[in-house]
């Protein structure tokens, strides 16, 4: 049984003398507390040295990738043609199986060998005989040197660093410029102070300063390099009834000179801007595109990179720089906030008050696809950005329209109708109640309406005969034996009209028999009522009527 063990030197191949020690490792570190009991257990085969550092750098990097060097494969050649059925020892798995398959050797690698392998460390100057102490430790620190430098320069995480010491260093310039703007402002606004009411850009203001001086030289420079003909006449003549100061040359000479170092910062400020964007353009170009190259920077600073930027969900990355106002809002209890760095990218600048909440969701969403896509991706282009931007200044234009139509697969919500309540009251129709033969047409339409008309109070009025023969009209023509019946009502209702003998009903029904019965009359009747006085005088005066005959 062999055992691999890697070096800054070389592979050194140890032969294990005795194969029940590496079934015993529990007190396995006693047997290698002398490097004469280490010798007993172990004894070097073979030992492969690297012939300089480069090859020792290629062979390490060759095991922490689990793959296998030249130099390793030279040496375990010569092993696999002595030993054929022997096992080796390796503390590494991937570098077990990329042995297996090349050369077809069996391979173990578990915890009993990484004590194995602990041991072996502990008494490598003994074991390891005819390599000096002096050789071994330069080797060593010339390996870790650079195999330093090539992590350093290979990983993924660390490219992104120069992003962030620029957008650190360009937050820091803007800082020193406000500062400096505001000193030279009031430093020579006690000179000439209507100047600083003219000129609100800072750097024209300074570039004026350094050209003119003192407020007296005015007149006599040409200000047409820096500033429009307007501004230029409007500065010009308010230099000459100026309220300001007098100030000495010596104060003028400083002041030119904050002047100096103000343009000269504003200029590296620009070349580092210009700087920037081209790196977040290589590095992140569907992020840029989005929320542009300084918002975008400002998130990869703030993450750490753009790999842990990527790892943050997007309801992380859209209040990514609020942080102590989350807290305090959820201390407080109070609403959280919606939205942090995010809130400088231009679209939320652009959406009104009431939207920003929604188009800052929307953009944190599309930004955070858009950081995996970059920090993963393979062939990254700046289409999938592109394509998001387009989406998401759609969708702002439809909120800012008041058109909030739905983008995504969610049903829209239907639109709730008022409901009008109509009251309908119908009447019931007594035309239609009946079984005998209908009347005519323009009959029945008189019923529904006179049944559909609202009734009249009643009035306790004693009828007589000409009031009694209107529902024959109403029923239609009814028969002989109703007739007979209306009629002995009539005649039994006589004795209750007035005063008359029982001839006078005979001949009251005789007459009533003899007339015949008018509609247009029972109509007039039915439409003009009598009241109960005048019932009496007509009655009166046929009773006289019929005495006189």
């Not at 081209?278 to 918002?295: D, I």
């Not at 109640?433 to 009347?439: C, G, I, V």
């Not at 028969?479 to 039994?492: F, I, L």
């Amino acid at each position: 049984m062999f055992i691999l063990y890697e070096t800054p030197a070389g592979y050194a191949i140890f032969k294990l003398l005795d194969d029940n020690k590496f079934k015993e490792i529990d007190n396995l570190y006693l047997e290698f507390e002398t490097p004469e009991q280490a010798n007993k257990i172990v004894k070097l085969k073979h030992f492969e040295k690297f012939a300089d550092t480069t090859e020792a750098l290629s062979a390490a990097t060759a095991a922490v990738e689990g793959k296998l060097s030249k130099s390793l494969k030279k040496a375990l050649k010569k092993l696999v043609v002595d030993d054929v059925q022997n096992q080796l020892l390796v503390a590494d798995a991937k570098l077990g199986n990329a042995i297996k398959e090349k050369l077809a050797l069996q391979c173990v690698a578990n915890t009993s060998v990484q004590e194995l392998m602990r041991c072996i460390r502990s008494q490598s100057e003994s074991l390891l005989s005819g390599l000096p102490k002096k050789e071994m430790t330069a080797m060593s620190l010339g390996l870790a040197h650079s195999l330093s430098r090539y992590k350093l320069k290979f990983s993924p995480d660390k490219i992104d660093t120069m992003i962030v010491q620029a957008q650190s260093l360009l937050d820091d310039l803007d800082k020193e410029l406000n500062n400096y703007m505001m000193r030279v402002r009031e430093w020579y606004g006690w000179h000439f102070p209507e100047l600083g009411k003219i000129l609100t850009d800072n750097v024209a203001y300074v570039k004026v300063i350094k050209l003119i001086g003192m407020r007296d030289n005015i007149a006599d420079t040409d200000l047409s390099d820096i500033l429009m003909d307007e501004l230029e006449q409007k500065v010009k003549e308010a230099a000459e009834i100026s309220m300001g100061t007098e100030i000495s040359e010596d104060d003028i000479t400083n002041i030119q000179s904050l002047c100096d170092e103000i343009i000269s910062i504003n200029e590296y400020r620009s070349h580092l801007s210009d700087y920037l964007k081209a790196r977040m353009m290589a590095m992140a170009p569907n992020l840029t595109v989005l929320v542009g190259e300084t918002v975008g920077a400002r998130l990869i600073a703030h993450s750490g990179s753009l790999v842990n930027l990527a790892k943050f969900p997007a309801s992380t990355l859209q209040i990514l720089g609020s942080e102590k106002a989350l807290f305090r809002a959820l201390k407080t209890k109070k609403d959280t906030p919606k939205y942090g760095l995010i809130y400088h990218a231009s679209m939320v600048g652009s959406a009104s008050i009431k939207n920003k909440g929604r188009i800052s969701r929307s953009l944190a969403a599309k930004a955070s696809l858009a950081t995996r896509v970059d920090a993963f991706g393979d062939d990254v282009t700046m289409q999938l950005g592109i394509d998001h931007r387009a989406k998401l200044e759609t969708r702002l234009r439809m909120l800012e329209e008041g058109n909030s139509t739905r983008l995504s697969g969610v049903k829209a919500k239907a639109k709730l109708q008022k409901f009008h309540a109509v009251s309908e009251v119908k009447t019931f129709k007594v035309a239609t109640d009946s079984t005998l033969p209908s009347s005519s047409s323009k009959k029945v339409k008189a019923d529904d309406e006179a049944a559909n008309a609202p009734s009249p109070k009643k009035k306790k009025v004693v009828q007589d005969a000409d009031m009694e023969q209107t529902p024959e009209v109403e029923m239609g023509e009814g028969s002989a034996t109703k007739k007979k019946k209306k009629k002995e009502s009539v005649v039994e209702k006589e004795p209750e009209l007035g005063d008359g003998s029982a001839k006078k009903k005979k001949k009251k029904s005789k007459s009533e028999s003899e007339q015949p019965a008018d509609e247009s009359m029972i109509a007039e009747s039915d439409e003009t009522p009598a009241s109960g006085k005048k019932n009496k005088k007509s009655k009166a005066k046929k009773a006289t009527e019929e005495e006189d005959e």
